[in-house]
Structures are given as structure tokens and as C-alpha cells.
């Protein structure tokens, strides 16, 4: 089964929007589930997935929906 566009694995190197510029890195994890990551409560859900990603520059992380993210072309 193909993966839908927004969908990422974990390994993929993504970027998206972080303070008026791109930020790179790579996806940590799916989240399919209410949980704490990064900080802060997720409310995610398998129709409603999140993605934890770490950025290569700062190396901290964070949580965004699918809809944020793009997956980075070498």
C-alpha cells in the first residue's frame, strides 16, 4: 500500500516553517495517540496522526500535523 502524501516514516528528512524561515531535520515518530511530547500534551489519533521531529540545527524537538511538514528532496 502506497503511503499518502502526508505521511511520513520515521528517518525522513522533512522541513517546515519555524520562525519566518525553513527548518530541516528529521522525523523521530508517529504519533497516533493522546500523549506528552516535546513539552507539550498531543492530542493525536490514528485518522488524526502528529509527527515528532528534530531539528538538524538546533537538534531540539517538536510536534506538528502532518499538513506542516514536506518531506526535504536531496
Do not use: C, N
Not at 53 to 70: D, M, N, Q
Amino acid at each position: 500500500m502506497a503511503k499518502k502524501k502526508d505521511e511520513f516514516s520515521k528517518g525522513d528528512k522533512v522541513t517546515w516553517k519555524s520562525h519566518g524561515s525553513e527548518a530541516v531535520g528529521k522525523v523521530e515518530k508517529k504519533i497516533t495517540g493522546r500523549t506528552e511530547e516535546a513539552g507539550r500534551t498531543v492530542d493525536a489519533s490514528p485518522d488524526d496522526p502528529q509527527y515528532k521531529v528534530r531539528s538538524e540545527k538546533s537538534g531540539g524537538s517538536a510536534v506538528h500535523k502532518p499538513g506542516a511538514l514536506k518531506k526535504k528532496r536531496s
